[in-house]
């Protein structure tokens, strides 16, 4: 069985642009291309991969677009357009001739201002995506969901898929006010998540299997096998574990699944999501 990692990054480590990696995660303070990854991939039985943005730049998502055309492993590409700017339309015309270029994201969870994705203006922005067919990546923090819910309500037609489920408060052993926020956003029919950076949220040298279970029970009674998506956050997920070891915790959690279900978890709702 061929899986799709629907969530990973590259780049080419610079401070600046990437002061978000702190001191602790020094492991990942270097650069990670298409070459670093091939391997791990085949190694763990995966096809391919959709490379998602993190640097808000059009330069970025042009970098990851010629990274997409050099490597044929990498199916899509998840990209950054300013979506409050006035020449929008124009920008995503222009993006549109980009075939791997399957939608964008914002990086919603490090704004000032928690409920950005309900001003007029981003919203306006979100209303024009599905013109041109692209998706869009909701990347928030638990206090978000609320207004993430809002949001998905308003745009019946657009496709959106919450990635690395929120980000649960695992390693506060938290779990009440994030399951009733995922709860609501399930609600509508438009949203999948993505099963991904999970490692990242617990305790990065003390979790086992078991640990992430009973978040995703809520996430899986909350969507169903059928817009649930497998993702690595790779080289991220690196702080706390190798992708063996990541990939191991859905398959684990999955085993009671029909082989249909693991089908569309590790890669069928990518390939339609993102029109792979």
């Known amino acids: 069985m061929s899986h799709i990692d629907s969530h ?8 600046v642009t990437r002061e978000w990696i702190s001191p602790e995660m020094a492991v990942i303070r270097r650069d990670f291309l298409p070459a670093d990854l091939l391997p791990v991939l085949k190694a763990n039985g995966m096809a391919g991969t959709v490379a998602v943005q993190a640097d808000q730049t059009e330069e970025e998502t042009l970098f990851l677009l010629q990274l997409a055309e050099e490597n044929d492993f990498i199916k899509g590409v998840v990209g950054w357009v300013d979506l409050q700017a006035d020449n929008l339309d124009e920008r995503l015309q ?12 914002h990086i919603l969870q490090g704004d000032t201002q928690r409920d950005l994705m309900l001003t007029p203006k981003f919203k306006a922005g979100i209303a024009q995506l599905s013109k041109y067919n692209f998706t869009y990546d909701i990347l928030i923090f638990p206090d978000q969901l609320g207004y993430a819910a809002e949001l998905v309500k308003e745009f019946p037609d657009q496709k959106f898929v919450l990635d690395h489920m929120a980000k649960p408060p695992i390693a506060a052993d938290e779990i009440d006010d994030w399951a009733k926020g995922i709860i609501e956003l399930a609600k509508h029919p438009n949203v999948y998540c993505k099963v991904s950076g999970m490692v990242t949220e617990a305790k990065w040298d003390d979790w086992a299997l078991s640990t992430f279970d009973k978040y995703l029970d809520v996430v899986f009674e909350a969507f169903g096998a059928g817009r649930i998506m497998f993702g690595s956050d790779w080289p991220v997920c690196l702080v706390a574990a190798d992708y063996a070891g990541l990939k191991e915790i859905i398959l684990k959690y999955t085993e009671g699944l ?8 590790f890669s069928t709702n990518a390939i339609q999501f993102y029109n792979l």
């Open 94 to 105: 222009y993006f549109s001739a980009f075939k791997k270029l399957k939608g964008f994201r």
């Open 8 to 15: 990973n990054h590259f780049w080419h480590y610079d401070e």
């Open 258 to 265: 029909s082989d249909g279900q693991r089908e569309q978890i």
